[in-house]
C-alpha cells in the first residue's frame, strides 16, 4: 500500500520531465585523402531545440572531428568527385481535396502536408498559392520533419496552384500541387 502512495505522490514528477529525442545523422569526415563515416548525435526537445550531443565512429567511440570536412551522407570510397550525395529533400507532398463552408459558400478551403528530409529546416522552406507565399507550420522534432498548411481562396476560382520550394547547401528542389475550386 505504501509503494502505491508512494508511486502516486511521485507521479506528476515523473510526468513533468521534458521529453526528447535524439536523432542520428550519418556524416562522412574526410582529411585529406582518408575518410571515416561518422554518426552525429543531436538532441531535439519537445519544443524543437536542438543540442549537438557528439559523433561516434562505426566502434561506438567517440569522437571529437578536427580539420578536414564534415560532409552530409556516408563516404563513397571511390567516387570522390561528388561532395554532398544528391537527396531529394522533398519526401511527401499531398494537398487535401478543396471542402466547402455551408455557413460561408463562397470559401474553398484545402490544405497540404509535406515531409522533407531531416537535413531541412524552417528557413530553407516556403510555400506559396498562385505566387503568393503562405504562412506554415513547422514540426522540426519529427523525423521525417513535417510541414502543414491550410489555403483559402474563393469558390468559383477555379484552378489554385500550391507551390513548395526547399533551398539549402543540397540546391533547391521544388514540387507544385494543385486544387480546384470550381470555375
Not at 519529427?142 to 484552378?159: D, H, M
Amino acid at each position: 500500500m505504501r509503494f502505491i502512495i508512494i508511486l502516486f505522490s511521485i507521479l506528476p514528477l515523473l510526468c513533468s520531465c521534458q521529453k526528447y529525442d535524439i536523432e542520428p545523422d550519418y556524416m562522412c569526415w574526410k582529411v585529406g585523402s582518408v575518410d571515416s563515416n561518422l554518426i552525429r548525435l543531436t538532441q531535439i526537445s519537445f519544443t524543437g531545440a536542438t543540442r549537438l550531443i557528439g559523433y561516434v565512429n562505426a566502434q561506438g567511440t567517440t569522437v571529437t572531428p578536427t580539420g578536414g570536412e564534415l560532409l552530409y551522407g556516408i563516404c563513397e570510397c571511390c567516387n570522390t568527385s561528388e561532395e554532398v550525395p544528391s537527396s531529394t529533400q522533398i519526401i511527401s507532398f499531398v494537398t487535401s481535396q478543396p471542402t466547402f463552408n455551408p455557413f460561408n459558400p463562397t470559401q474553398c478551403n484545402s490544405s497540404a502536408t509535406i515531409f522533407l528530409e531531416s537535413t531541412v529546416e524552417e528557413a530553407h522552406v516556403s510555400i506559396t498559392l498562385n505566387g503568393s507565399p503562405v504562412s506554415f507550420t513547422y514540426f522540426p522534432a519529427e523525423s521525417p520533419r513535417r510541414v502543414s498548411a491550410s489555403f483559402s481562396s474563393s469558390t468559383g476560382s477555379g484552378i489554385n496552384t500550391v507551390q513548395m520550394t526547399v533551398t539549402n547547401s543540397f540546391g533547391t528542389e521544388s514540387e507544385t500541387r494543385t486544387f480546384d475550386c470550381g470555375g
